[in-house]
């Protein structure tokens, strides 16, 4: 099995996971961002985490092609300066996330990211398997 059949198997279920949790439990979705912008040491804790994530995807799966493989490549890079931004400017990451909850369509718009990208991978994770 190839890492990007791997990664897009384990990835989209979860991503698919979590964007309908945030359409069917938005305002708790909402309370558990609230509770952890308060805390800088899970806003630290999350950056270890996806920064941690985020190199290992970016170690096994350095794919820049022009087909649904290079949209992993890219989260594994954003899941690095997201969670380096989380590590070293904890602040930058309470100011954005304030940011979006204050937005009505915040968390809708976060939902529908989450849902396309684990239904995309979801599809190519496991249409061979379909089969």
């Not at 384990?10 to 938005?26: D, E």
């Not at 305002?27 to 509770?35: D, H, N, P």
């Not at 890079?77 to 100011?95: S, Y």
């Amino acid at each position: 099995m190839s890492s990007s059949i791997f990664l897009a198997r384990l990835m989209g279920p979860i991503m698919l996971a979590v964007g309908i949790g945030m359409l069917v439990n938005g305002v708790t979705y909402r309370k558990l961002a609230e509770e952890a912008l308060r805390s800088p040491v899970l806003i630290y804790l999350s950056g270890l985490l996806t920064m941690t994530a985020g190199m290992a995807v970016v170690l096994t799966h350095s794919v820049w092609v022009f087909n649904w493989r290079v949209v992993i490549t890219i989260l594994g890079w954003l899941a690095v300066f997201g969670g380096a931004t989380r590590i070293i400017c904890p602040q930058a990451t309470e100011k954005l996330g304030r940011w979006v909850l204050q937005r009505p369509a915040g968390l809708l718009v976060g939902a529908i990211v989450w849902l396309a990208l684990g239904a995309l991978f979801i599809f190519f994770g496991y249409k061979g398997a379909i089969q």
